[in-house]
Nanobody, 121 residues
Framework: QLQLTESGGGSVQPGGSLRLSCAASGYGGRNWCMGWFRQAPGQEREGVASINVNNYKQYADSVNGRATISGDNAKITLQMNSLRPEDTGMYYC?????????????????WGQGIQVTVSS
């Protein structure tokens, strides 16, 4: 069974940076898609970034230019710069088998427990 474990969250001041990591285990398939989603209190979960086996990357408009996703099917990272208070939320790593990769949460069937990111002065 595919397991995902997030790390690297925390508190940071506006304008700061964070690097989130997601370690994946239990999947030996060749084709994969992994991504990051976030959810603020009272809001729906939204996609942040995704990457697949072909290194095809997608970013939400809200983070485009401030976020970089990288990695492979064992570990992905999300580097976020110029953080804003609206980036605050619980960040979840997600994965799905196959190379098909769109930044929509219903497309992913494996989820990590989530990690908190707080951007505040």
């Amino acid at each position: 069974q595919l397991q995902l474990t997030e790390s690297g969250g925390g508190s940071v001041q506006p304008g700061g940076s964070l690097r989130l990591s997601c370690a994946a285990s239990g999947y030996g398939g060749r084709n994969w898609c992994m991504g990051w989603f976030r959810q603020a209190p009272g809001q729906e979960r939204e996609g942040v970034a995704s990457i697949n086996v072909n290194n095809y990357k997608q970013y939400a408009d809200s983070v485009n230019g401030r976020a970089t996703i990288s990695g492979d099917n064992a570990k992905i990272t999300l580097q976020m710069n110029s953080l804003r208070p609206e980036d605050t939320g619980m960040y979840y790593c997600a994965a799905r088998r196959g190379a098909y990769c769109v930044l929509r949460s219903p497309e992913f069937d494996n989820w990590g427990q989530g990690i908190q990111v707080t951007v505040s002065s």
